[in-house]
């Protein structure tokens, strides 16, 4: 029970009538009179509940904003096993902190803490009047406003308000509300002690102390008592010794000067808990004599555990997979309405995030990564990237980076860096690469809409293209053209399947010429081909062999959409989200259409069967049992390299190149393999676990009529069943047989690249295998 409020006053006229000091004793009378108003009248009333009406309001009402909430936690991203159990893939926060309750945390804290902050804290009703009056002479003889007499109640109001100042949305509004909270004034303390004892009418004192545990800072970004334990000694709260407390307790009051992963300051804290912590508790008798001097005689030796935070941490080179995620957060709505709202909300709101990474595949595209390809060269900006998209769901199941991830854009060194190559630039990533003839299938999907087969035949002979020849919706073309094949100049007339097989850039620019490239652009747009910087495609006739800087998920996800019969769905990261009180988020979903009608898709993969069993991508087969389709790609120089392909279950896009500068693959050799080839060896190794892990099934037939009634189909020219007579179009030359091709490479014209990573646009060039 409080002390009679006449036994303050007595001794308070003693102190008053003996004082030597008559100036500061006048300058400090309006702060005394002031407290002492507020000690004798409001504890007083609050204790006996004699008041007016209009005081009990003040003293009744709770402001929602003071009452204990949900503190700032750490979020937790996880990786799906392929057994659909979870694994921890990185923790996020502002504040280290596990909420824990009463039962989880060690009787010794609890004692330490009220013997040191508040020892009447069981007696008093919010405000210890002994002790506020007691500051309050000293501040009259220092002259100031400097001892506050807080008891753990009012400590634990300013710690909500503090808190709160920490979740405002703009830097200024939380500096001014921190400095409101922590100001030493008199009406900061008047108002604590108000709010205090509103808080002790409605919570119990367990309750409260429990919450004081829970919030109080105990050094840098370490919050709450079971955080402290875990960081400082490895240990959980319910476990820490007797000296193990004292030593947290001791911290709190001083949580930055006497934090003891500062080796300068375990004398200090040490020096606190002996003196203060350890002989108040026995002066409390809530310990013994032989248990106070065991501990005092116990050196500080913390065990410091550092726990994993931001996605640096993120094992299996998933740190830019889990970076992605983050921008997911930064630009989706469930989490706020702004982008810095949402990220304050994500790193304080203790959310479990459950990704569709998939652990066993990221590991091996990790792994595969590190053998193929080194974070940094020398003579060139080396980069690749590995991205695996589900076909039919969208969801990512691999992403790795041959680069270091760093969270700190301002870092320049060789094999590190923020950005994330496999994704656009509005999610951490790049401005794209050009493709090459990657990109083709999207002008034969188009090719397919219109009628055309895979029969047709056009001629794959360089020469000097008319560009306001070509149908293009989307704005006037004019200017000459004249884009290269890579090997023979004049291979002749082909099929559009042996174009395709062998990726004969001038061959496809005889179709595109057929066609309206906006229409072209539209079919790519359906299987969501965009650009990473988010300016809109290209539809220069160059753009149907790859001139637009995409980005590499984009690719998987536009070939999962063809491996899936042509159901597209955008790429998706997340699963599941729960939020801290157990309540479960709807997480942003794939949005996924019918793109392609099924006879097309179907035609369309029977098409790029051509590649991966007998043209440009034959290195890339893991012949595994597995049937797989596929394209290259290769922009000029060499300076891009590509191989895009799937299973009916993976969707896989390898990318090896030049971040920026122009130096061609073909003159570098990444940890001793060919630049120009290293690409097949990265897509094997990685789609052959996928095989071993999801399997995969038959691709649907395709539609006879686009096939043009044969299932042959046109490869080097050498196929050991008679050609079918192809229906002629306007283009097709009339030779009479086709002449073998080998598989090209063609030359393409480049672009200067950005100054950021990725690479620049080109309008007039033209892209290859």
Same mark, same amino acid.
């Given at each position: 029970?409080?002390?009679?409020?006449?036994?303050?006053?007595?001794?308070?006229?003693?102190?008053?009538?003996?004082?030597?000091?008559?100036?500061?004793?006048?300058?400090?009378?309006?702060?005394? +009179?002031?407290?002492?108003?507020?000690?004798?009248?409001?504890?007083?009333?609050?204790?006996?509940?004699?008041?007016?009406?209009?005081?009990?309001?003040?003293?009744?009402?709770?402001?929602?904003?003071?009452?204990?909430?949900?503190?700032?936690?750490?979020?937790?991203?996880?990786?799906?096993?392929?057994?659909?159990?979870?694994?921890?893939? +990185?923790?996020?926060?502002?504040?280290?902190?596990?909420?824990?309750?009463?039962?989880?945390?060690?009787?010794?804290?609890?004692?330490?803490?009220?013997?040191?902050?508040?020892?009447?804290?069981?007696?008093?009703?919010?405000?210890?009047?002994?002790?506020?009056?007691?500051?309050?002479?000293?501040?009259?003889?220092?002259?100031?406003?400097?001892?506050?007499?807080?008891?753990?109640?009012?400590?634990?109001?300013?710690?909500?308000?503090?808190?709160?100042?920490?979740?405002?949305?703009?830097?200024?509004?939380?500096?001014?509300?921190?400095?409101?909270?922590?100001?030493?004034?008199?009406?900061?303390?008047?108002?604590?002690?108000?709010?205090?004892?509103?808080?002790? @009418?409605?919570?119990?004192?367990?309750?409260?102390?429990?919450?004081?545990?829970?919030?109080?800072?105990?050094?840098?970004?370490?919050?709450?008592?079971?955080?402290?334990?875990?960081?400082?000694?490895?240990?959980?709260?319910?476990?820490?010794?007797?000296?193990?407390?004292?030593?947290?307790?001791?911290?709190?009051?001083?949580?930055?000067?006497?934090?003891?992963?500062?080796?300068?300051?375990?004398?200090?804290?040490?020096?606190?808990?002996?003196?203060?912590?350890?002989?108040?508790?026995?002066?409390?008798?809530?310990?013994?004599?032989?248990?106070?001097?065991?501990?005092?005689?116990?050196?500080?030796?913390?065990?410091?555990?550092?726990?994993?935070?931001?996605?640096?941490?993120?094992?299996?080179?998933?740190?830019?997979?889990?970076?992605?995620?983050?921008?997911?957060?930064?630009?989706?709505?469930?989490?706020?309405?702004?982008?810095?709202?949402?990220?304050?909300?994500?790193?304080?709101?203790?959310?479990?995030?459950?990704?569709?990474?998939?652990?066993?595949?990221?590991?091996?595209?990790?792994?595969?990564?590190?053998?193929?390809?080194?974070?940094?060269?020398?003579?060139?900006?080396?980069?690749?990237?590995?991205?695996?998209?589900?076909?039919?769901?969208?969801?990512?199941?691999?992403?790795?980076?041959?680069?270091?991830?760093?969270?700190?854009?301002?870092?320049?060194?060789?094999?590190?860096?923020?950005?994330?190559?496999?994704?656009?630039?509005?999610?951490?990533?790049?401005?794209?690469?050009?493709?090459?003839?990657?990109?083709?299938?999207?002008?034969?999907?188009?090719?397919?809409?219109?009628?055309?087969?895979?029969?047709?035949?056009?001629?794959?002979?360089?020469?000097?293209?008319?560009?306001?020849?070509?149908?293009?919706?989307?704005?006037?073309?004019?200017?000459?053209?004249?884009?290269?094949?890579?090997?023979?100049?004049?291979?002749?007339?082909?099929?559009?399947?042996?174009?395709?097989?062998?990726?004969?850039?001038?061959?496809?620019?005889?179709?595109?010429?057929?066609?309206?490239?906006?229409?072209?652009?539209?079919?790519?747009?359906?299987?969501?081909?965009?650009?990473?910087?988010?300016?809109?495609?290209?539809?220069?006739?160059?753009?149907?062999?790859?001139?637009?800087?995409? +980005?590499?998920?984009?690719?998987?996800?536009?070939?999962?959409?063809?491996?899936?019969?042509?159901?597209?769905?955008?790429?998706?990261?997340?699963?599941?989200?729960?939020?801290?009180?157990?309540?479960?988020?709807?997480?942003?979903?794939?949005?996924?259409?019918?793109?392609?009608?099924?006879?097309?898709?179907?035609?369309?993969?029977?098409?790029?069967?051509?590649?991966?069993?007998?043209?440009?991508?034959?290195?890339?087969?893991?012949?595994?049992?597995?049937?797989?389709?596929? @394209?290259?790609?290769?922009?000029?120089?060499?300076?891009?390299?590509?191989?895009?392909?799937?299973?009916?279950?993976?969707?896989?896009?390898?990318?090896?190149?030049?971040?920026?500068?122009?130096?061609?693959?073909?003159?570098?050799?990444?940890?001793?393999?060919?630049?120009?080839?290293?690409?097949?060896?990265?897509?094997?190794?990685?789609?052959?676990?996928?095989?071993?892990?999801?399997?995969?099934?038959?691709?649907?037939?395709?539609?006879?009529?686009?096939?043009?009634?044969?299932?042959?189909?046109?490869?080097?020219?050498?196929?050991?069943?008679?050609?079918?007579?192809?229906?002629?179009?306007?283009?097709?030359?009339?030779?009479?047989?086709?002449?073998?091709?080998?598989?090209?490479?063609?030359?393409?014209?480049?672009?200067?690249?950005?100054?950021?990573?990725?690479?620049?646009?080109?309008?007039?060039?033209?892209?290859?295998?």
């Amino acid at each position: 029970m409080p002390e009679s409020p006449h036994r303050f006053v007595s001794a308070f006229q003693r102190l008053v009538d003996g004082t030597k000091r008559p100036v500061l004793l006048i300058l400090g009378l309006s702060v005394i +009179a002031a407290l002492l108003v507020t000690v004798m009248a409001v504890p007083a009333m609050a204790v006996t509940g004699v008041y007016a009406s209009r005081t009990a309001d003040v003293l009744d009402t709770l402001p929602d904003s003071i009452r204990p909430s949900t503190l700032a936690q750490k979020s937790e991203i996880y990786a799906t096993n392929s057994d659909g159990s979870n694994t921890l893939l +990185a923790t996020v926060f502002d504040q280290n902190r596990q909420e824990v309750g009463w039962d989880a945390i060690s009787p010794y804290v609890k004692d330490a803490v009220v013997a040191t902050e508040d020892p009447r804290f069981y007696e008093h009703s919010g405000v210890d009047i002994a002790s506020t009056l007691r500051a309050a002479l000293g501040n009259v003889a220092s002259g100031g406003v400097s001892s506050g007499a807080s008891t753990i109640t009012m400590q634990y109001v300013r710690n909500i308000l503090v808190q709160q100042a920490t979740q405002l949305p703009t830097q200024a509004e939380r500096d001014a509300a921190y400095e409101d909270a922590t100001t030493e004034s008199l009406d900061r303390k008047l108002t604590e002690m108000r709010l205090a004892i509103a808080l002790e @009418k409605q919570y119990s004192k367990d309750d409260i102390l429990l919450g004081y545990l829970n919030i109080a800072n105990f050094g840098g970004s370490v919050y709450g008592i079971e955080a402290a334990a875990n960081y400082y000694f490895g240990v959980s709260a319910a476990d820490l010794t007797l000296a193990q407390a004292a030593s947290l307790a001791a911290t709190v009051n001083a949580p930055n000067a006497l934090r003891i992963d500062q080796a300068e300051n375990i004398p200090d804290n040490q020096a606190r808990r002996d003196k203060d912590v350890l002989a108040s508790m026995l002066k409390q008798k809530t310990i013994t004599q032989a248990q106070h001097d065991e501990a005092v005689a116990t050196p500080v030796t913390p065990n410091i555990t550092v726990p994993t935070t931001g996605c640096q941490a993120a094992a299996s080179g998933a740190t830019y997979f889990c970076d992605y995620v983050t921008w997911i957060v930064k630009n989706d709505p469930t989490f706020g309405d702004t982008a810095d709202e949402r990220w304050s909300n994500f790193k304080q709101g203790g959310y479990e995030i459950y990704t569709t990474l998939n652990t066993e595949l990221q590991a091996n595209a990790d792994e595969t990564m590190k053998k193929y390809i080194p974070s940094s060269m020398e003579d060139i900006a080396i980069g690749s990237t590995i991205v695996t998209v589900e076909p039919g769901t969208g969801r990512i199941l691999a992403m790795a980076q041959n680069t270091n991830f760093t969270e700190d854009p301002s870092v320049t060194t060789a094999g590190s860096t923020a950005v994330n190559y496999n994704t656009d630039i509005d999610f951490g990533g790049s401005s794209g690469f050009q493709v090459g003839s990657t990109y083709k299938v999207f002008a034969l999907a188009e090719w397919l809409k219109q009628g055309h087969t895979l029969s047709d035949r056009v001629s794959g002979n360089e020469t000097t293209w008319d560009m306001s020849t070509f149908p293009n919706s989307c704005t006037t073309l004019g200017g000459e053209w004249e884009p290269a094949n890579d090997g023979s100049s004049r291979p002749g007339t082909m099929s559009v399947q042996s174009a395709l097989t062998n990726s004969v850039n001038n061959a496809f620019v005889a179709m595109a010429q057929q066609m309206d490239l906006c229409q072209i652009k539209d079919t790519a747009q359906s299987l969501g081909v965009h650009r990473a910087d988010g300016a809109d495609l290209d539809t220069q006739p160059s753009s149907v062999l790859g001139t637009n800087e995409i +980005a590499p998920l984009t690719m998987a996800a536009a070939y999962a959409g063809i491996a899936a019969n042509g159901l597209y769905c955008t790429p998706v990261a997340i699963d599941r989200i729960v939020a801290p009180d157990g309540t479960e988020l709807t997480p942003p979903a794939a949005s996924c259409t019918q793109a392609l009608d099924p006879k097309i898709a179907s035609t369309l993969a029977y098409a790029m069967l051509g590649p991966i069993e007998s043209g440009t991508a034959t290195a890339s087969d893991p012949d595994d049992g597995i049937t797989h389709i596929g @394209k290259t790609g290769t922009t000029d120089n060499e300076k891009d390299t590509w191989m895009v392909g799937a299973s009916t279950k993976a969707a896989t896009a390898v990318w090896v190149g030049n971040v920026t500068g122009n130096v061609s693959m073909t003159e570098v050799e990444p940890n001793d393999y060919s630049g120009s080839t290293v690409r097949h060896r990265i897509w094997r190794a990685v789609m052959t676990e996928n095989d071993d892990i999801l399997g995969g099934g038959d691709f649907p037939d395709p539609d006879r009529t686009l096939v043009n009634g044969s299932s042959t189909r046109y490869g080097s020219g050498t196929d050991s069943t008679p050609t079918p007579t192809p229906t002629p179009t306007a283009t097709a030359e009339p030779t009479p047989t086709q002449t073998p091709v080998a598989p090209v490479d063609p030359a393409v014209p480049a672009t200067p690249a950005a100054p950021a990573a990725g690479t620049g646009g080109a309008a007039g060039g033209a892209a290859g295998n």
